[in-house]
């Protein structure tokens, strides 16, 4: 079902299946496809007020009423963790980028069959470019909130019994809060990071591990 035009300042979110041309290449990728599309579409349907599409790799998400920020914020997290967990379940990972600001669909038919939905806006290319370039670069798993012209104070965001309470700044990176998403217990944050961490120095002791065993055993 095709979503009405729409133009005004929201939020809009951008997912991006992480190693997407590597899962292809191990013939996955279809199947991971066939999680984001299924679980996005079922979210969607539970959560009326989060519009979106999915294309390729990658899914957009955006809130049309935004008349109250913070239930706004509130219900497209709730989504956005969803979807993350089918993924999970899946052995599949993603990269979701958040931002606020202007924000314009337009859906047009120009020829029979051939379906045209130019999207444009501040808050649509933030989340894009955050995702895709933004140094420091995001990781797989993560979900991380673009400061930059966000309406809502990290303040604001503590209430209690709220998805919002997972929203946490991170060391070194004064440009996003980010979104815990896996986490059950916002005690438990740091316990996730450190384990995050831990995971990356893993990989790289094994890349290391690799390199030494075939260059000093070279038979």
Not at 99 to 127: C, D, M, V, W
Request: hydrophobic fraction near 35%; aromatic fraction near 14%.
């Amino acid at each position: 079902m095709p979503l009405d035009d729409f133009s005004g300042n929201t939020f809009v979110a951008y997912l991006d299946i992480s190693g997407f041309k590597e899962l292809m290449k191990k013939q996955t990728g279809w199947k991971a496809l066939d999680v984001l599309y299924s679980s996005g579409y079922y979210s969607l349907q539970r959560n009326p007020s989060v519009e979106g599409f999915f294309v390729s790799d990658c899914g957009v998400l955006f809130i049309r009423n935004n008349t109250r920020p913070l239930d706004s914020l509130t219900t497209l997290l709730d989504v956005i963790k969803e979807i993350n967990l089918e993924m999970a379940k899946q052995d599949f990972m993603l990269k979701s980028s958040i931002a606020y600001g202007s924000f314009t669909y337009r859906n047009r038919i120009e020829f029979s069959g051939i379906e045209k939905n130019p999207i444009y806006g501040n808050a649509y290319l933030s989340a894009v470019i955050d995702n895709e370039e933004t140094r420091p670069k995001i990781e797989p798993t993560q979900c991380r909130i673009v400061k930059e012209n966000f309406p809502l104070s990290l303040e604001q965001l503590r209430v209690m019994n709220s998805i919002t309470e997972f929203i946490r700044e991170r060391n070194n990176d004064k440009k996003h809060y980010y979104f815990y998403w896996m986490v059950n217990e916002p005690s438990r944050i740091d316990d996730f990071e450190k384990m995050f961490k831990d995971s990356y120095l893993l990989k790289y002791a094994g890349m290391l591990n690799a390199s030494k065993a075939f260059a000093f055993n070279p038979h």
